[in-house]
């Protein structure tokens, strides 16, 4: 799991079946320091955020558990974190 920043929304006309209809966020990774690190990616939004919330992210298989299907998601954002 990682802590990450919610930058923006990825608007698509088609997604994979197996997403449900999961809104797709624009993140970054954020250090202990609470600094962005690296590049933005996408992640699957299940939980409903908003730009600028601070998220935790599961990543890799797991990233489809909740879905019921299985589907091409590297990651999905799992919980709002209230203090970090």
Known sequence: MDVC???GKLV???QDI?????????????GSDGQR?????VALD???VD???IVLIET???ATMGLGKVCAADAAIIAIVDKF
Not at 37 to 41: A, E, N, S
């Open 5 to 7: 920043i919610v930058a």
């Open 12 to 14: 698509t006309c088609h």
């Open 18 to 30: 197996g997403f449900n209809a999961s809104s797709l966020r624009i993140l970054y990774k954020l």
């Open 37 to 41: 690190l690296g590049k933005p990616f």
């Open 46 to 48: 299940r939980i409903g």
């Open 51 to 53: 730009d600028g919330q």
């Open 60 to 62: 890799a298989m797991e």
